[in-house]
């Protein structure tokens, strides 16, 4: 399926039913009491996390959800029945926004976040008898229900991100930690979207997540651009991911600092490790003097990687 991390909805809650106005008649008793029911309340439309999903794709198929209306209340005290409430399944980390404006977001499964609420159903008369008032003529209707235009915007929960160059082998460093089988090739850009990989432990489990490759200018819309970097402002730790092979690695990190930079400063106070990259293509690696703690491996050849996960494990 498609990943899609944005989408616009247009939700439409459904109007409360109107009380009713009616008196009782039966045989024999002239005049019966009032007993016009109550309408029902109108649907309301929900957001669900659901931790099956993982795009917003569905969103863009069916940008349209509206509930249903309340029905209005019946003579003998009859209730109008409710409207017919919908739930729209999306992934967790999804944020809403209503005029860009943060209505809320949703990280738990189950979790339900209310886009539109239904309108109130309005009492019916048998409601509004007093001492004074045995036979009320009135009742009351029901509220309307409301529309709105959502922004819909996933941001990815994962606790840590490999970034990169492209080809640098972050995919192929996700592969050889995780369960993931992300598509790996020698052209830049194979990842167009961000991939996930759980990495087990006997004590806990870490979502990591394989970001397409970033190049200089990337803020300025070069290659894929920083779009998908908010994906990885959840996380706590960036793996910065460099092909020690090519030339000038150090020249690499310092442009992807400064890509970070120009995307969100905050990327640059999150913690992070270095990671070399494809030390097996190399007679002698050289070594890095950097402030941050350092790791040289081969993602490919699996050398390496061990500590790295140790290391990882234990930051989380
Ligand atoms: N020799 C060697 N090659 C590697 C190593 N890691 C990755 N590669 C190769 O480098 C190429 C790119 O690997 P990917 O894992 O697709 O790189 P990426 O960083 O995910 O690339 P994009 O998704 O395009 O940004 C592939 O041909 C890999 O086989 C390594 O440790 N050693
Ligand atoms: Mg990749």
Redesign the pocket.
Known sequence: MKFIDEAKIFVQSGAGGNGCVSFRREKYVPRGGPDGGDGGNGGSVYLVGDKERETLYDLRLKPHNRAGRGQHGKGKKMYGRNGRDVSIHVPLGTLVLEEDRPLGEILKDGARLVAAQGGKGGRGNAHFVSSTNQAPRNAEEGTPGVTKTLKIVLKIISDIGIV??????????L?AMTNAR??????????LNPNLGVLKSDTNSVVIA?M??IIEGAHEGKGIGLQFLRHIERTNLLIV?IDI?ASDPMNQYDALLNEFRQYKTELLEKSRVVVF?????LDRVPQFDLKEKTFY?????ETGVDALVEHLENAN
């Open positions: 990169g160059l492209p080809n640098a082998g972050k995919s192929t460093l592969k992300p598509r790996i090739d020698s052209y830049p850009f194979t990842t394989d397409p490759g991911l092979s990259n494809k030390i097996d293509l491996i081969s993602a490919l050849k």
